[in-house]
């Protein structure tokens, strides 16, 4: 027997909001992927046009619209700073050579755009995998990936790493000033390690097992930066990336 002014319209209602409130807080500290918010949408507009044939379920009706307004106004301006990035990548061209062809590219500036795309996907927190050939020659290993030699530079290195793309999963191979395969995939190291290494990590050494190429990470989780080299990882601090990077290409 209930002795409280509630009837069960407004029980049902208040276990509902609270139920609605809790499931929002949960996703809000999870990672929104796209397919996840244009699924969350639909059931907000579905759960709002249901809603709104019980008036009594006030207190749900108005979370439910709340969620709405601050769940859209979150996607807007995550949708607005990734179309500012992706608009940053081309508008970058002149500054970066991306017009020279690859013989014209000198040592320094290749240097210099390695260094430049390292900046800006460990600051960005952009998971990659950048492998530059030396000796051994790396065309097996690029089969069961995607040929696209394309010229070196800051943009291409971008959008092939920005999430979402079809390429942005495994490495680029570099040879030279050309990118030469995209999306290709390492067997990763069977050795135990010591610390948190995620699979990048793991790709990155073992391939650095079986070749002497210089093969560069960037974490998705901290955008912090790796260099493996036969069959060692080493962490490199962002401002010494460069010189550390130019004396592993030189070994």
Do not use: W
Request: with cysteine.
């Amino acid at each position: 027997m209930f002795y409280l002014n509630f009837d069960t319209f407004e029980i049902v209602d208040i276990i509902l909001a609270s139920l609605i409130a809790i499931a929002f807080s949960f996703l809000c500290i999870k990672k929104i992927h796209n397919k996840t918010a244009v699924f969350t949408f639909l059931i907000l507009i579905t759960s709002l046009v249901v809603s709104s044939f019980f008036p009594k379920l006030k207190a749900t009706n108005n979370i439910l619209l709340a969620i709405f307004i601050i769940f859209s106004t979150i996607c807007f301006f995550i949708n607005i700073s990734s179309f500012r990035n992706i608009t940053n990548i081309f508008s970058r061209n002149k500054k970066h050579h991306i017009d020279k062809k690859p013989d014209e590219i000198t040592d320094d500036e290749k240097y210099k755009i390695i260094d430049e795309a390292i900046r800006i996907l460990s600051k960005t927190k952009t998971g990659a995998l950048l492998t530059f050939e030396k000796n051994n020659d790396l065309t097996e290993y690029m089969k069961n990936g995607s040929i696209i030699n394309s010229p070196l530079s800051i943009e291409i290195i971008q959008t092939i790493f920005y999430p979402g793309t079809r390429l942005h999963d495994g490495a680029i191979i570099i040879r030279g000033n050309i990118i030469v395969a995209a999306s290709v995939y390492y067997t990763p190291t069977t050795r135990a390690l010591t610390g948190k290494y995620g699979s990048r990590h793991r790709a990155a050494l073992g391939f650095s097992e079986e070749t002497d190429a210089v093969t560069i990470v960037v974490s998705e989780e901290t955008g912090r930066i790796s260099i493996a080299y036969k069959g060692k990882l080493e962490p490199v601090p962002q401002d010494q990336f460069l010189e550390i990077f130019k004396n592993y290409m030189q070994k």
